[in-house]
């Protein structure tokens, strides 16, 4: 799985205090990053007081240089472990490393939209990718 190594990262609250402190970004800067009107939220979030909103994941991962998908992955593990394993259990298939994300992401900026197809030996090794005229 692409975030086995997040399963003993300590607490998102934590790693936001963490990221806050080594970018020098401060409660009010966050906050309003977030959309939220007082920076005391912050203090709510980092202490654990107040959940993170997981529609605010992206934002917040933006923020403080974090990958979103981990930044997700740690909100959902602190807050809903049972809805992360169904997840998993679900899209493990699915799951990207780091590596196949990039491979795919400069494939598709390659094809710059024009259908593409991959070309394989034996099934195992991609050798080629032909793109529409």
Do not use: W
Not at 27 to 42: F, K, Q
Not at 80 to 102: D, G, K, N, V
Not at 105 to 112: G, M, Q, T, V
Request: proline share 7%; aromatic share 4%; glycine share 4%.
């Amino acid at each position: 799985m692409p975030f086995d190594h997040l399963s003993t990262a300590p607490a998102l609250n934590s790693l936001i205090a963490h990221q806050q402190e080594a970018l020098n970004l401060s409660d009010t800067a966050l906050a309003e990053a977030l959309g939220y009107e007082s920076p005391a939220v912050m203090d709510l979030i980092k202490t654990g007081k107040m959940r993170l909103p997981m529609t605010k994941a992206r934002i917040l991962a933006e923020v403080i240089e974090m990958d979103p998908g981990e930044v997700l992955y740690l909100l959902l593990r602190d807050t809903s472990p049972e809805m992360l394993a169904s997840i998993e259990e679900c899209l493990a298939p699915l799951a990207l490393t780091r590596t196949e994300a990039r491979i795919i992401n400069k494939l598709r900026e390659a094809a710059d939209g024009r259908p593409s197809t991959p070309m394989f030996v034996d099934g195992t090794s991609i050798v080629g990718i032909v793109f529409a005229q």
